[in-house]
């Protein structure tokens, strides 16, 4: 059975990190691209970065790059979102999903349709 679990968020201070771990169970998580996606309340779901399966190239929301980092630990079948500077917009709650196929991919990765699987998500809020 394929599984995502995702961990890591919290409460931290603007300014401050986390790292968010996704773990893959059921499957190799080097054969799948991983997405992050975050929702925050009353708003929609949206791409945040994507680790690609077939060339490990990496992918970032506008709004988010320079600060936040996506890598993979294939030894661990983990695949992590470290959040630096983080902002009180970054607010959300945080999923990770799967998607065999990399066809595409860097038109289609921030759109959450083309994902297969999706973990529980997991909060982050920013705030003093």
């Known amino acids: 059975q394929v599984q995502l679990v995702e961990s890591g968020g919290g409460l931290v201070q603007p300014g401050g990190s986390l790292r968010l771990s996704c773990a893959a169970s059921?499957?190799?998580?080097?054969?799948?691209?991983i997405g992050w996606f975050r929702q925050a309340p009353g708003k929609e779901r949206e791409g945040v970065s994507c680790?690609?399966?077939?060339?490990?190239?990496?992918y970032y929301a506008d709004s988010v790059k320079g600060r936040f980092t996506i890598s993979r630990d294939n030894a661990k079948n983990t695949v992590y979102l470290q959040m630096n500077s983080l902002k009180s917009e970054d607010t959300a709650v945080y999923y990770c999903?799967?998607?065999?196929?990399?066809?595409?991919?860097?038109?289609?990765?921030?759109?959450?349709?083309?994902?297969?699987?999706w973990g529980q998500g997991t909060q982050v809020t920013v705030s003093s």
């Open positions: 999903a799967s998607v065999r196929s990399s066809v595409y991919l860097w038109l289609r990765w921030s759109r959450s349709a083309y994902y297969d699987t």
């Open positions: 059921g499957f190799t998580s080097d054969s799948y691209a």
């Open positions: 680790v690609s399966n077939s060339d490990g190239r990496t």
